[in-house]
């Protein structure tokens, strides 16, 4: 375990900076390998997440892992994924403004702990807040953006795939792109 990154977690556990906490089973804080070189972040926990207390672990998840496992990666092994917000909207609405704002400064201190050298963003939230407010994310996934000697990278939420398949092979050759630039960045 990576130092710090325990307490964070149970001081998230226990935070009722916004609204959120007042309709979460639980909070969702993270999960993989914290000494992973690649964070995956999506926006903020489903139904499914928010009763087990996990990141993607519904069928958006179990259809992320899928994958990722086509490219050797998993939560198990070389990633770690987490989420912007750590508590479930309500309804899986967008996370507003002021939840955001409460609850960032967690997934800054995560990144800040595991340091990654690559971070993926699930979907147009994740890459607006972290890449490009104005990400466009049928146009710019799969492209590599470096911000604060990180590079970053946006691709399809597991969930809009399901919604939208025609965007599957697109988001595979995105984590084939990511393969591709771990393997030439020497990263396990
Ligand atoms: S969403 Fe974040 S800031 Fe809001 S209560 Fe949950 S952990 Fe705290």
Redesign the pocket.
């Known amino acids: 375990m990576i130092e710090g990154l325990e307490e964070l977690r149970l001081q998230?556990l226990g935070?009722?900076?916004?609204k959120?906490?007042q309709t979460?089973t639980n909070?969702v804080f993270g999960t993989g390998n914290p000494h992973a070189q690649v964070m995956l972040i999506g926006e903020g926990p489903g139904e499914t997440e928010d009763l087990q207390g996990e990141p993607f672990v519904g069928r958006g998840g179990k259809f992320l892992d899928k994958m990722l496992a086509h490219v050797d990666l998993s939560r198990e092994k070389n990633i770690y994924i987490a989420n912007m917000?750590?508590?479930r909207p309500p309804q899986n609405r967008d996370p507003e403004k002021d939840?955001v704002a409460?609850?960032i400064g967690?997934l800054y201190r995560q990144i800040g702990l595991i340091k990654p050298k690559i971070i993926v963003c699930l979907g147009r939230v994740a890459a607006c807040a972290l890449i490009d407010p104005s990400f466009k994310v049928t146009k710019q996934h799969g492209q590599f953006f470096e911000k604060n000697g990180i590079l970053m990278m946006g691709t399809m939420h597991p969930a809009a795939l399901l919604r939208n398949p025609m965007y599957k092979p697109a988001a595979l050759d995105d984590l084939v792109k990511l393969r591709e630039k771990m393997d030439q960045l020497g990263l396990a």
């Open positions: 998230a935070c009722r900076a916004c959120l906490c979460r909070v917000v750590k508590c939840e409460a609850c967690y």
